[in-house]
């Protein structure tokens, strides 16, 4: 198995793409969120949506979905590709569809159609576990944008390799060690939201915050989603991430076997 990190950037970052990734095994692809510039991450590493069998979505922000109109539309009229699964925690579907695609994907030459048209939706519980080729994949909740009555459904993942490994993937997420201790302490690889700009939105955690983490728990944690900043002087960075204890800053196009 390996992952392949096809962007490692913020939502908006113009040196990086999207923090996007492929989980590959078996020749199979799960792409972990497809974000506005998927086609260009994809092509970049020889892929295209045609190469994709499965999506994982963690949350609606664009940098998660907002390349899932490019998958619809090319898979649906591409004959020879059957519909790509869906699997994502059952509160972000409604939304996916009626506040975020459904402008664009309603409607086709002498047709209208819905989600179930273009994917293979599995709509999960928070408890239930979801299998892609033979490994239990569990949601993990994450706080991360709060609007003064509640938090936006944002759900991270756990697997274990079939070498053995403990990923953990954050998603976006604010700063929140008591919540995730749990899942910090039982991972061996922890793909971890990270600011890097020194204003904060308070929506993800900074590399500032971070840093306070025991370094039992750094030493496993992969930093993406960070700011041109980082790009702009990746070497100074990563020297800061080893530094301060951590696995270190990953980067577009880099794949870790597991
Ligand atoms: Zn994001
Ligand atoms: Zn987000």
């Not at 239990?136 to 759900?155: E, Q, R």
């Not at 954050?170 to 204003?199: G, M, N, R, W």
Request: with cysteine; hydrophobic share 40%.
């Amino acid at each position: 198995m390996k992952l392949l990190f096809l962007g490692a950037g913020s939502a908006f970052s113009l040196k990086n793409y999207q923090p996007n990734l492929i989980i590959e095994h078996n020749g199979k692809r799960l792409l972990v969120d497809a974000g506005g510039d998927i086609r260009f991450s994809l092509r970049d590493v020889g892929l295209s949506s045609n190469d994709i069998d499965t999506v994982y979505i963690t949350h609606l922000h664009n940098d998660h979905i907002g390349g899932m109109e490019y998958i619809a539309f090319t898979t649906y009229f591409n004959p020879n590709k059957g519909k790509p699964r869906i699997f994502c925690h059952k509160l972000l579907v409604e939304d996916l569809w009626s506040h975020s695609l459904k402008g664009g994907l309603s409607s086709v030459q002498g047709k209208i159609l819905n989600i179930y048209d273009y994917f293979d939706v599995h709509a999960l519980n928070i408890d239930d576990e979801f299998e892609w080729e033979g490994i239990s994949f569990s949601m993990v909740s994450a706080i991360h944008v709060f609007n003064g009555y509640s938090t936006i459904p944002t759900f991270g993942l756990r697997f274990v390799s079939p070498a053995g490994n403990k990923v953990f993937l954050t998603s976006d997420t604010q700063f929140t060690p008591d919540h995730l201790a749990e899942h910090y302490k039982e991972a061996d690889i922890i793909i971890q939201d990270c600011e890097t700009t020194p204003f904060r939105t308070e929506v993800h955690a900074n590399f500032d915050d971070l840093k306070t983490l025991p370094d039992s728990i750094k030493k496993n944690m992969l930093l993406w989603h960070y700011q041109d900043n980082v790009v702009s002087n990746f070497e100074e960075w990563q020297n800061k991430a080893h530094e301060n204890g951590f696995r270190g800053f990953v980067s577009k196009g880099e794949v870790i076997e597991l």
